[in-house]
T-cell receptor, first 115, second 115 residues
Framework: AQSVTQLGSHVSVSEGALVLLRCNYS??????LFWYVQYPNQGLQLLLK??????LVKGINGFEAEFKKSETSFHLTKPSAHMSDAAEYFC?????????????FGQGTILTVHP | DTAVSQTPKYLVTQMGNDKSIKCEQNLGHDTMYWYKQDSKKFLKIMFS???????INETVPNRFSPKSPDKAHLNLHINSLELGDSAVYFC??????????????FGPGTRLTVL
């Protein structure tokens, strides 16, 4: 069984400030982890994913996330927020090493960026 | 050249009616999914098809019946619509591998409102 908890349903930052969106997961097998972004009235778009190998993964739009097994975390960061980053972000987990892995999503975090 | 398309984008109907949502992907993927996003933005998988075969079937009422006429299409038919069916329904596709972890590409969503 898998689950995802995103700490903070709303995060607000100033333009140029650090973005940190928190994600903790629970999985009975080694997980695959994903961050998706959803802009208003659109579908989800993959930002980055961790499957195996390097635990620090880089994604699109300057985002990165680090898989920390000991903390069961996969927090998303960006050094400097841009107005265009305002969106809802979803962390997701699927069972690693298996095909047709079912994605289990967190409840989402709305990121607001102030000028 | 939309990768994953859904029709209609908006669907407003009365309780008790039967309706269908269509999904098509032109990415050549072999796996397609239906997700339901409720009013609190919680995203949950409903079904998954691989090469026209049902792979994942979550606890979804029998009123929901997916149909995959070919690898590029996955339609969702809903009988006897209820108020609780109001949500945004997302179609997604991916090219699965034996090790899993593939990116899922999402459609723009269909907002279903049951009155």
């Amino acid at each position: 069984a898998q689950s995802v908890t995103q700490l903070g349903s709303h995060v607000s930052v100033s333009e140029g400030a650090l973005v940190l969106l928190r994600c903790n997961y629970s999985s009975s097998v080694p997980p695959y982890l994903f961050w998706y972004v959803q802009y208003p009235n659109q579908g989800l778009q993959l930002l980055l994913k961790y499957t195996t190998g390097a635990t620090l993964v880089k994604g699109i739009n300057g985002f990165e996330a680090e898989f920390k097994k000991s903390e069961t975390s996969f927090h998303l960061t960006k050094p400097s927020a841009h107005m265009s980053d305002a969106a809802e972000y979803f962390c997701a987990v699927s069972p690693g090493g298996t095909s047709y892995g079912k994605l289990t999503f967190g409840q989402g975090t709305i990121l607001t960026v102030h000028p | 050249d939309t990768a994953v398309s859904q029709t209609p984008k908006y669907l407003v109907t009365q309780m008790g009616n039967d309706k269908s949502i269509k999904c098509e992907q032109n990415l050549g993927h072999d796996t397609m999914y239906w997700y339901k996003q409720d009013s609190k933005k919680f995203l949950k998988i409903m079904f998954s098809y691989n090469n026209k075969e049902l792979i994942i079937n979550e606890t979804v009422p029998n009123r929901f019946s997916p149909k995959s006429p070919d690898k590029a299409h996955l339609n969702l038919h809903i009988n006897s619509l209820e108020l609780g069916d109001s949500a945004v329904y997302f179609c997604a596709s991916s090219q699965e591998s034996t090790s899993g972890g593939s990116e899922q590409f999402f459609g723009p969503g269909t907002r279903l409102t049951v009155l």
